[in-house]
């Protein structure tokens, strides 16, 4: 499906850093969500967002619209910073730069942080952030500076306080004789705000963009399969377009999920990535390492060329395999995020849970599996018969897929059906046996 450009109105949520802990970032109590109109007079602005929410787009619209508004903008791409400053620009060049240094005019810097970095370590993005700062240095009180980032990317920095340090903004606290106090640090410019996902209005427009000729029905069926959490994202939302002009239907979450899996994996097959990979194979590679990601609990998966460290997966050794060349290719999947200092992170959680239910059930079919597997998600604790915490969210997707297991499982707990996966797939005598199971439960702690 070609790519179409729609001009929609994003809203930035304001958030706070309680404590100053990065790991904990809040909704600012009675914070507005603010448009871009109302950022620009803004300083130092922190842009987060979730991985296809279509961040770096709104970045690089911005710098457009404002150069063409006859303004001093720039758009740059962190990774760029580095290793060749003067042609790291993509809106503005350096002979703009150079002229704004020395203009008394103000100027809109839109750096779009890691998404598409081949940034090894948080380290590199200090030294871009570090390399910036200093370039701008002469003239950082005329700067606008909009960074872009995927939360979880900037949570990994060692210093919380980068922007304070390199991109500082006013003059520094005086004593009463004029000095620079320097045991005092000046309060912080920085505002932190996440993208909004889409909203109703904004998703009917976007569909229409793509030539949805039934919109109405169109969000009904995504209302009804209960995927509006992917519809909030662009990235997310072109492959739901995608599904729906295919079949006409989106059906329900397990249909879903498993069309964009195969849409994410398509170019693989069809020679669009650096090779071409057979299909069957690279579904039972993401299988595994999704597996992988949900047994050991690491998300992060290390690229070939990556640094691999404890809390990092290797794909090497869940795919002893696979060349590098390959490996490579395949991490460049629409079904991953983007490379992260030499990693990535599977895009979707429940496309991951989906994929290693899919996985356990490959299993189960082969001699002697589903003994293996039974006791990956089923447990005795002092005689009592349990399904293991981690696996439920994976179980849930797998009672759809094994008979015996979800009978095993449902004796256990019938509730397991409706805490995710996709209950309306599930034989209509089974869903009134769980509605039954769980009225009578419910009925027995009432008494």
């Given at each position: ?51 296809g ?40 060049t ?16 839109f ?17 871009a ?10 003239a950082?009180?005329?700067a ?101 002009k ?31 990979l ?126 015996r ?12 059906a ?30």
């Amino acid at each position: 499906m070609r790519d179409i450009v729609v001009q929609l109105i994003r809203r930035f949520v304001p958030i706070t850093v309680p404590g100053r802990d990065w790991d904990f970032l809040a909704t600012a109590p009675g914070g507005r969500p603010k448009r871009w109109h109302e950022l620009e007079d803004a300083h130092r602005v922190l842009i987060l967002a979730d991985p296809g929410a279509g961040k770096t787009f709104e970045a690089l619209d911005r710098a457009r619209r404002l150069k063409a508004r006859g303004r001093k903008a720039f758009f740059i791409r962190i990774e760029a910073i580095g290793s060749a400053f003067e042609n790291a620009f993509e809106v503005g060049t350096r002979e703009e730069f150079n002229a704004w240094l020395t203009s008394g005019e103000e100027a809109w810097f839109f750096l779009d942080s890691v998404d598409e970095a081949q940034l090894e370590t948080p380290r590199a993005l200090e030294d871009a952030i570090r390399t910036f700062g200093a370039r701008v240095q002469p003239a950082r009180e005329r700067a606008h500076i909009f960074i872009t980032s995927r939360e979880d990317a900037w949570q990994a920095l060692g210093d919380r306080t980068l922007i304070e340090q390199h991109l500082p903004f006013g003059a520094p606290p005086q004593d009463e004789a004029g000095a620079e106090a320097s045991d005092e640090k000046p309060s912080s410019a920085l505002e932190i705000f996440r993208l909004a996902g889409l909203k109703l209005d904004e998703i009917r427009l976007f569909a229409s963009h793509y030539a949805v000729d039934d919109v109405n029905a169109f969000v009904a069926a995504i209302d009804r399969a209960n995927l509006m959490p992917l519809a909030e994202r662009p990235f997310d939302l072109k492959a739901l377009i995608a599904k729906w002009k295919a079949d006409r239907d989106l059906g329900g979450r397990l249909v879903v999920l498993r069309r964009m899996v195969d849409l994410q994996l398509a170019p693989l097959s069809a020679g669009a990535a650096s090779v071409r990979l057979d299909p069957a194979r690279v579904l039972g590679a993401v299988r595994a390492l999704a597996a992988a990601v949900t047994l050991t609990g690491k998300t992060v998966i290390c690229c070939p060329d990556g640094i691999l460290s404890p809390d990092r997966i290797d794909p090497k050794g869940v795919l002893p395999d696979w060349p590098d060349e390959e490996l490579d290719a395949l991490l460049r999947a629409g079904v991953f995020d983007d490379i992260v200092y030499g990693s990535v992170r599977f895009r979707h959680r429940e496309i991951r849970e989906l994929l290693t239910a899919e996985w356990a059930k490959e299993l189960v079919d082969r001699p002697a599996g589903r003994e293996a597997v039974e006791d990956l998600f089923f447990r005795s604790v002092y005689g009592e018969a349990v399904i293991v915490p981690r696996m439920r969210p994976t179980l849930a997707w797998l009672i759809l897929l094994d008979d015996r297991i979800r009978e095993r499982a449902l004796a256990l707990e019938p509730e397991i059906a409706t805490e995710g996966g996709d209950p309306a797939q599930l034989p209509l005598p089974v869903r009134r046996t769980i509605l039954a199971g769980i009225v009578e439960r419910i009925a027995d702690e009432q008494d």
